[in-house]
């Protein structure tokens, strides 16, 4: 690609790689990975904005990254979900995995709008909460139609701010109840599993509780993320269709939007898990790939984090941050019911 050849790519290759690798080793650091690498590399992004002369030679660069490294880091990341794995889950696990995604997807989706949020974040912050946090947020971006790309990065970044200060949050809830109720370690791990937004949460919260719910938080929360790329179509297809409505009732015309782009990194992203599963890699080499993921997928985050407007996040986050809160404390006692009574 001719971007590559430019300079301004290449500064805003080290600028971000540098981003996503102190992420990856700053969430090594206890408590600090309950955050997760992801969105550390996207807040060490935005403190990069204290230099902006260096930002605005990236500029062009950064806009590449934000985009084709994402789906490259989607599509590697597909090689983390074992499907034999899941499916000796059972099917439980997966129909508990589709209902949760589904209501707090809709949920969320509802609340954010009823306190005031655009359709536009209300619908990504619904899918950060309800599938797996950062990357969810950022797979599901490309299938919504915007006619202001500036405003869909602010609310790139605000979904996610809610998806990681929510998780984060609500482990320290969730850790409290299982002393507190005395949950069993394979029910404390789907508890975290099902309800925990981001990867990084379930897996620190799962591991808090010993392997037996590491474990069970592992294949609760990987069966949500399985359901990513069926729910980026769906929504995608739902989203245009409820903004070409919404668009007609504001200006009484007709208003043909753009071709929504098929997600082929989606496609992607099941072949991965496919060959992941069926081919006979050595697991050295699914974890290299699982690590390079969250290299890229972190420095698509740094350059978000490296375009985002603080006075339009503080201004506008009120809305969202409340709908959240509200969905993931109805989510929490769904999967504590679940967990009690299913397992």
């Not at 969430?27 to 690498?37: C, F, S």
């Not at 409505?245 to 991965?272: D, N, R, V």
Request: charged share 10%.
């Amino acid at each position: 690609m001719k971007i590559m050849k430019e300079k301004t790519f290449w500064l805003a290759a080290v600028l971000t790689l540098t981003c996503s690798m102190l992420g990856v080793t700053i969430a090594k650091i206890p408590y600090l990975n309950l955050i997760g690498a992801l969105v550390l590399s996207m807040l060490l992004g935005m403190l990069l904005q204290s230099a902006p002369k260096t930002i605005n030679k990236a500029r062009p660069g950064i806009g590449f990254i934000s985009n084709k490294f994402l789906r490259l880091g989607i599509i590697l990341l597909g090689f983390k979900l074992n499907l034999v794995t899941l499916a000796q889950s059972g099917v439980k696990t997966i129909v508990i995995a589709m209902i949760v995604v589904t209501c707090t997807i809709f949920l969320t989706y509802k609340l954010c709008m009823y306190f005031g949020a655009d359709s536009e974040l209300a619908i990504l912050t619904a899918t950060g909460c309800g599938i797996c946090g950062a990357a969810a947020v950022m797979g599901m971006s490309p299938q919504i139609e915007t006619f202001d790309e500036e405003r869909k990065r602010e609310n790139e970044v605000l979904a996610v701010a809610v998806a990681s200060v929510m998780g984060t949050l609500f482990i320290l809830i969730e850790l409290t109840l299982k002393s507190f109720l005395h949950l069993s370690d394979a029910q404390f791990g789907i508890m975290a599993g099902g309800s925990l937004h981001e990867i990084a949460q379930a897996v620190a919260a799962g591991g808090a509780g010993g392997a037996v719910s590491l474990q069970h938080a592992i294949i609760m929360k990987l069966s949500r993320v399985l359901l990513l790329a069926p729910a980026a179509l769906v929504v995608g297809i739902w989203y245009q269709k409820h903004l070409q409505k919404e668009m007609q009732a504001t200006s009484g015309k007709q208003i043909k939007l753009k071709k929504l782009p098929i997600p082929w990194f989606m496609a992607g992203f099941i072949l991965s898990s496919l060959i992941g599963t069926f081919m006979p890699i050595p697991e050295s080499v699914i974890n290299f790939l699982v690590q390079a993921a969250y290299v890229f997928l972190g420095m698509a985050m740094a350059a978000l984090g490296m375009s985002v407007n603080f006075k339009v996040l503080f201004k506008r986050g009120q809305s969202v941050f409340k709908g959240a809160f509200i969905s993931s404390t109805i989510l929490l006692i769904f999967m504590l019911l679940v967990s009690i009574y299913l397992f």
